[in-house]
């Protein structure tokens, strides 16, 4: 086969006389497609992820970038700092390119084109930005991003909206800071860190995130941020009610939902009087309620031993129809109503699975029928911890002091909402996660031209 691109055409039309062509020598190859022949430009300003330039139109437009940056808590003294601009652009790149280490930092390194849409002269090395957030101070650093996640996403929450919390276990290896045993479910025995979240349901939205030593994984450990997180919103901007799982259905959480006059939804724990309670309610005929999807349910009120005062609850069941008292279905067709929540098998005269909700919601705007969909909507909240640790970078980033670290959780957070706004742009009804959006929006070759014909 004869060679192929003998004649190269050096200067297409769009570009000037003098741009730069590398002098390089040709290699002959032969591959199973022909002979061809490779050049190599170390020079020319290209890029695999072309379609970033539409992203950062979209934060120019807003000012997202130029705000975070205004009041940056990292400052360098003398001339020879990389400057705030290079560490963190230089951090937004490995983040939106799907990273989980600073090593994987390097990797970005090579991109001729990005770094200068961003106003950087170039990227920085991953030892830089590792060392960088080293010199933030953690409650002055947390503050500053705490601020910026609430200004990306305040103009939607003047619209009614609901607060999920939980917690999420990121398993550390090695002597990290706070790196203790406690809960642990998929890693019993492993030291790890909890991250403590408040999440925008339905939105896919991070409102803040706490990171915490393993050992404290319990709810309350999480309270004293989200209430700092709300008590920096106008009044008018907090949530329709707060939602959690059976971690926070006790009563100091539920009075200092009570003092602030939010409105909670969780799940109680299967004590003995609530099994009692379930007992009572499974021996009366009358009074349940369908609410659709094989399930019915049944008000009720309850005042436990540490409580200080009776508080509404909804027994939830699946309908004797699907599981009547003398028949049980196998386990593999009966499917929990929340994800990732056990179920407990009740005696008779009703052999189902139940559980059972403490709500301060009104009655009248929330009735029976409708608060069992009102909890189970709570699952999608597992979801984004699905995604901002196998997509995003929250189960990576970590280094030996645990400030680093929350800083690191809270900058991947508000780019996790900054980009989860823009593809809104593109697909308004439905959430794209990271891993179907990033290589749709995102890669593409680009190069830099040194002139455009158009201008």
Not at 173 to 179: D, I, L
Not at 187 to 215: E, F, M, Q, T, W
Not at 240 to 252: F, S, V
Not at 438 to 446: A, D, I, N, T
């Amino acid at each position: 086969m004869g060679d192929k691109f003998e004649s190269i055409i050096t200067h297409p039309e769009s570009e000037p006389d003098n741009y730069p062509v590398s002098s390089s020598k040709r290699w002959p190859l032969d591959t199973p497609g022909g002979h061809f022949y490779a050049e190599w430009d170390d020079a020319a300003p290209v890029t695999r992820e072309g379609q970033l330039i539409f992203f950062f139109q979209f934060l120019n437009e807003g000012g997202r970038l130029e705000k975070l940056l205004k009041n940056t808590p990292l400052r360098y003294t003398g001339n020879r700092g990389s400057g705030a601009l290079a560490v963190f652009g230089t951090l937004l790149l490995s983040i939106l390119n799907g990273h989980y280490r600073y090593a994987h930092i390097n990797t970005i390194r090579g991109d001729g084109v990005n770094p200068e849409l961003l106003g950087m002269k170039e990227s920085v090395s991953e030892d830089t930005v590792r060392r960088a957030l080293k010199r933030i101070d953690k409650k002055e650093g947390v503050e500053w991003l705490e601020a910026h996640l609430r200004d990306s996403i305040a103009p939607a929450l003047v619209l009614p909206w609901i607060l999920d919390i939980d917690t999420t276990v990121k398993p550390i290896y090695g002597n990290q800071e706070g790196a203790q045993i406690g809960y642990n479910p998929q890693k019993p025995g492993r030291p790890s860190h909890s991250y403590h979240s408040y999440i925008i349901a339905n939105l896919r939205l991070v409102l803040g995130v706490d990171v915490c030593p393993g050992n404290e994984s319990s709810s309350g450990k999480g309270l004293p941020g989200m209430w700092r997180t709300l008590e920096h919103l106008p009044r008018e901007q907090w949530p329709t009610y707060i939602r959690g799982d059976c971690g926070y259905g006790n009563e100091k959480i539920m009075i200092e939902c009570e003092e602030r006059g939010v409105p909670y939804l969780f799940k109680l724990r299967q004590t003995a009087k609530v099994k009692s309670l379930v007992k009572t309610c499974a021996h009366q005929s009358k009074g349940w309620v369908g609410t659709g999807d094989g399930w019915e349910a049944m008000e009720a009120e309850l005042k436990l031993n540490g409580w200080s005062k009776t508080r509404r609850v909804v027994v939830v069941r699946e309908t004797p129809a699907q599981n009547p008292e003398n028949h049980r279905r196998s386990k593999d067709r009966l499917g929990p109503m929340l994800p990732g929540e056990e179920w407990e098998l009740q005696a008779a005269p009703w052999s189902g699975k139940i559980a059972v909700l403490v709500s301060s919601l009104d009655p009248r705007s929330y009735p029976t029928d409708c608060m069992p969909r009102q909890y189970r909507d709570r699952a999608d909240c597992e979801n984004n911890f699905d995604e901002l640790k196998n997509q995003w970078g929250w189960g990576g980033y970590t280094t030996r002091a645990i400030g680093p670290s929350t800083l690191a959780a809270n900058f991947i957070a508000l780019i996790y909402n900054w980009w989860n706004l823009y593809a809104r742009f593109y697909d308004a009804e439905h959430h794209r996660e990271a891993v179907t959006t990033r290589p749709f929006l995102m890669q593409g070759v680009g190069r830099q031209a040194l002139s455009c014909p158009f201008e």
